[in-house]
């Protein structure tokens, strides 16, 4: 059995590097690879949205993502919640929620008309 996971694991190793799908180049296409200072306001790329989470501070998704194209700050009333709104691809906006201390408690995506 461990000597056909390994056959299984070679063959697929080989397969990826003989395919151009698996190329740096190819991946890199796949997401936004710009750097964050390359990127207009609020612009962020897959792999930065995917990486914010519940639970991050508020300096922790500045300094993953930078600033937000959009920062509506907390409404007046009891229940205080700050929305910063990001663009990644062509059509998805993502908005991050933050509480009154300033811990993401939501990030929601969902594409663009």
């Given at each position: 059995?461990?000597?056909?996971?390994?056959?299984?694991?070679?063959?697929l190793?080989?397969?990826?590097?003989?395919?151009?799908?698996?190329?740096?180049?190819t991946?890199?296409l796949?997401?936004?690879?710009?750097?964050k200072?390359?990127?207009?306001k609020?612009?962020?790329?897959?792999?930065?949205?995917?990486?914010?989470?519940?639970?991050?501070?508020?300096?922790e998704?500045?300094?993953?993502?930078?600033?937000?194209?959009?920062?509506?700050p907390?409404?007046?009333?009891?229940?205080?919640?700050?929305?910063?709104?990001?663009?990644?691809?062509?059509?998805?906006?993502?908005?991050?929620?933050?509480?009154?201390?300033?811990?993401?408690?939501?990030?929601?995506?969902s594409?663009?008309n």
């Open positions: 059995m461990k000597r056909a996971v390994r056959l299984l694991v070679l063959i190793s080989v397969f990826c590097l003989a395919t151009p799908f698996c190329s740096s180049e991946i890199s796949l997401s936004d690879a710009r750097p200072e390359q990127r207009n609020g612009e962020i790329d897959f792999e930065v949205f995917r990486q914010i989470s519940t639970g991050m501070s508020k300096d998704v500045l300094k993953l993502a930078g600033n937000p194209a959009e920062d509506n907390c409404a007046a009333g009891s229940r205080c919640i700050n929305r910063w709104v990001y663009y990644y691809g062509d059509s998805w906006i993502v908005e991050v929620l933050f509480d009154k201390s300033w811990h993401v408690i939501a990030v929601n995506s594409r663009s």
